[in-house]
């Protein structure tokens, strides 16, 4: 579960133009909660309060507490709207989880030791496929992220799903087993050089040496 913590209030008024009173003169972003055996609700935070939450990359993908009027509700964040071009939160989306809901949710996927793998040393360089992966588990369960450890991947190794090392409790949504949903994560290559490149190259290596013009010592000096 993150540490994310949010205070809101209930709201009463309701409409377009209650939510445009509430951004525009009480810098406030008006929000609905649903979810578990409890009416759904609409609640508005402060503004500040949120950008600074949503700064901490696990607040998109994991459980996290709001208290409303003073109670504390587990919840996960389903959906934000923004501003088109300002920093403006338009409006949040929350679900209520218990610890023992099961949960589909796209987390973040981290790689660490990048710089220690032996195909970036040999000259390689990383390709990431993926960022984030979809998983099933319970809300307790859920991770913040997911890490890969690059500190063994050699050159032209591909780390596939299959690979994952997922904390207990935690699975694909997708079944790896035959091979068939068994898409690849991150891979090290050597770069490759372009053609143009290639042309360049050997277009200077054919260049014959009394080709390449010599200054005059003489002239120079003069």
């Not at 209030?9 to 578990?36: C, F, H, W």
């Not at 949503?54 to 964040?77: A, C, R, W």
């Not at 389903?78 to 403006?88: E, W």
Request: net charge negative; with cysteine; aromatic share 4%.
């Amino acid at each position: 579960m993150s540490n994310v913590l949010l205070e809101a209030q209930t709201r009463t008024d309701m409409g377009k133009g209650a939510s445009r009173r509430l951004r525009r003169l009480e810098n406030k972003v008006p929000a609905v909660i649903y979810g578990g055996d409890k009416k759904p609700m609409s609640i508005h935070f402060q503004h500040n309060k949120v950008i600074k939450a949503l700064e901490t990359e696990s607040i998109y993908s994991s459980v996290f507490d709001i208290t409303i009027d003073g109670k504390v509700e587990h919840v996960i964040l389903k959906a934000l709207q923004r501003h088109p071009y300002k920093p403006v939160v338009m409006h949040m989306d929350l679900q209520r989880v218990s610890k023992t809901d099961v949960l589909v949710k796209l987390v973040p996927i981290h790689f660490i030791n990048e710089d220690k793998a032996p195909g970036i040393k040999a000259g390689g360089i990383i390709n990431h496929t993926m960022t984030q992966v979809e998983i099933r588990c319970q809300a307790k369960d859920l991770p913040e992220f997911i890490a890969v450890d690059m500190s063994d991947v050699k050159m032209d190794d591909v780390v596939h799903l299959s690979h994952l090392k997922l904390p207990k409790g935690v699975k694909l949504t997708v079944d790896v087993t035959d091979g068939s949903h068994d898409a690849p994560v991150v891979s090290i290559h050597m770069a490759r050089v372009s053609a143009t490149e290639e042309e360049t190259t050997e277009a200077a290596a054919e260049v014959p040496a009394s080709a390449v013009p010599t200054v005059d010592s003489e002239k120079n000096e003069e």
